[in-house]
DNA sequence: TACTAGTGAGTGAGAGCTTACTCACTAAAA
DNA sequence: TTTTAGTGAGTAAGCTCTCACTCACTAGTA
């Protein structure tokens, strides 16, 4: 469900450009070596043999090898991100869950979807973002922008009926967002998968204790 | 005082290869431009120059690039990383708070000084972490070997004093480095200081509640 | 229908640089 | 005198990016 969301997302942005085959396979290839090698280690070279075109075909569409990061991440950063987390906040104000451990279940168990939905791109994030400033601040400001405003609605909720503990917005997403990275981070850095039903039920077992008023 | 005890296992760990003066030079001026652009965005001039030597001399010592790079990230992960902890654990059990929250409260003062104090180092291996799965599998098998058997045994107390949950160490361990994690990643990517004594209280209240029985 | 002109995605050899690494040499210490 | 740290010009490899060229295809013309 999410996950085919997500894929539509992924795929819509692509066909948006309106790009060839071939200039679809160097962008599927980048993003692939990218997240494995990370993006100083793989040459444009690399990524033409990968994508099967010749490496003059790789900069007819992007005029250096920052613009096919550029394309990779900005669509992601700018489309992608805020469209999840609009559709997000969307069905949870919509379905509007008078339990906050059903809220909670389903926040974690959607995310984490989302996480490894999104691997490679997250990857090649977590990668750039250790060496680039400028990334660091525009993710922080969509933090800002498209989380806490939202969920300070939904929070407030749960909040007024004595279901959640009256802390500040970005103290309680902190959290959150923090227990679902413990889980994701190293299944992402191992390479591994995990069970996410499992998983989600644990963290959302202690998130929803250490969340009471 | 942590502060110290950590800057005397660095100088040591340096002066234990005995180099010379220019040699650590290039050792200290690759820390500081590795975890500030990036070891493939670093080239050996960059270093050169900012230690005040020639390529040469950077050379004699340190056969290649890669060896610069070892000589930073292997001594941390070998012997500073296991020192403190094991001084940390030596220190817990000595001390023996009766109460959880002074003991957990304890436990985020000293991880988070011991972060902020190794910012440079810990950023580095952030940013091989995502490119480099031997250093991945080698860090797991530290957080086992060096953490979940001292932890067990004091986690044990508290549990058998009605203080702490009865999860698995592992279980209890993620929650308490990964909010940790939360506090600190976002400020060693930011660049920014936070007020570590606040932010501990902050962070102690929290999982206090978490990791009630 | 047959021919021609035009278009633009794709090619790959290679120009131009940068980079990691070397080595013949110097200066100074032992 | 021997040894050793340090030097910096030099080298070869590899990188990004360019550009003259090909060719399948379309649209207009006879």
Redesign the interface.
């Known amino acids: 469900m999410a996950n085919s969301y997500i894929q539509s997302l992924i795929t819509e942005s692509l066909s948006e450009l309106n790009l060839t085959a071939k200039q679809k396979a160097v962008l599927t290839a980048s993003l692939k070596l990218f997240s494995?090698?990370?993006f100083?280690?793989t040459s444009t070279h690399d990524i033409a043999q990968s994508a099967g075109v010749s490496e003059g075909t790789v900069y007819k569409q992007f005029k250096t090898k920052e613009g096919i990061l550029a394309a990779i991440i900005e669509p992601f950063i700018q489309k992608v991100l805020p469209k999840a987390v609009a559709k997000f906040t969307a069905e949870m104000t919509k379905t509007s869950f008078p339990d906050f451990n059903d809220f909670l279940l389903a926040l974690i168990r959607n995310r984490m979807t989302f996480a490894f939905d999104n691997m490679p791109q997250l990857?090649i994030i977590?990668?750039e973002?250790?060496?680039n400033?400028a990334i660091?601040?525009r993710l922080?400001n969509h933090f800002q922008k498209l989380l806490v405003g939202p969920m300070a609605s939904i929070f407030k909720k749960y909040q007024e009926t004595g279901q959640l503990?009256k802390w500040p917005t970005n103290?309680i997403l902190?959290?959150i967002?923090?227990?679902i990275?413990?889980?994701v981070l190293?299944a992402a850095?191992?390479?591994q998968t995990i069970n996410i039903e499992q998983v989600s039920r644990?963290a959302a077992e202690?998130?929803l204790?250490?969340?009471?008023p």
Do not use: D, Q
């Not at 204790?209 to 009471?212: D, F, N, R, S, V």
């Open positions: 494995e090698k990370g100083e280690r990857r977590l990668h973002v250790t060496t400033e660091v601040s922080e503990v103290r902190r959290y967002v923090t227990t990275m413990g889980y190293p850095l191992a390479r644990e202690f998130l204790k250490g969340l009471k």
